[in-house]
């Protein structure tokens, strides 16, 4: 199982961070709850998450891979294309594909008219692997949001965005030796 990353049991009610905002002016008690609720929801959906595909069968990132090639024709995307749609490593996704090859769910094949591409495919037991772990894990995602109303996961999708594109807006602004934790 992962770590947590709040590394908190249980969270703090927001009554205490508004008292520590008393000691702390820059402390935004409101912002300081939000981010946590944010990291301990993240935090138990990437557990649960790891849960269930492990239950299922596989992992995270190989069934991400192996949803991108069910999308494509066969031997339509590349290495290289994972890479860019996932936004991990070319390295990683090479490691991922080699455990997929060895588990006969994917096959690399060298394009015909570029011999210096490789081209995927999604193999029988790809297929049906995807077939077999597709539906469960759509249940398992529905039943997360199936309290929510309609407007409500619009609402919620809106904010995500909005955080999101914060993110991005800052990360932009970090300088290269801020992206290594101490």
């Not at 709850?33 to 959906?45: A, K, S």
């Not at 936004?87 to 570029?114: F, I, N, Y």
């Not at 999604?122 to 894990?137: A, F, H, I, M």
Request: with cysteine; glycine share 6%; hydrophobic share 40%.
């Amino acid at each position: 199982m992962r770590e947590s990353v709040t590394l908190l049991k249980s969270l703090p009610k927001y009554e205490v961070f508004l008292e520590d905002s008393k000691r702390f002016p820059e402390l935004d008690a409101s912002a300081c709850y939000v981010f946590l609720q944010l990291l301990r929801t993240g935090d138990e959906l990437l557990a649960l998450d790891e849960a269930i595909l492990s239950a299922l069968g596989t992992r995270h990132g190989r069934f991400v891979l192996l949803m991108l090639l069910d999308k494509h024709a066969p031997g339509e995307i590349t290495p290289a294309d994972l890479a860019q749609k996932t936004g991990v490593t070319r390295a990683t996704v090479s490691g991922l594909l080699d455990g997929l090859e060895k588990d006969g769910l994917v096959e690399r094949r060298p394009d015909p008219q570029d011999r210096r591409l490789t081209r995927l495919y999604l193999t029988k037991g790809g297929e049906q692997l995807l077939d077999r772990v597709r539906s469960p894990y759509c249940e398992w995602f529905t039943s997360i949001i199936a309290p929510l109303s309609q407007d409500e996961r619009l609402q919620l999708v809106n904010i995500l965005q909005k955080i999101q594109l914060r993110l991005a807006e800052l990360s932009a602004r970090l300088p290269a030796a801020a992206n290594t934790a101490a």
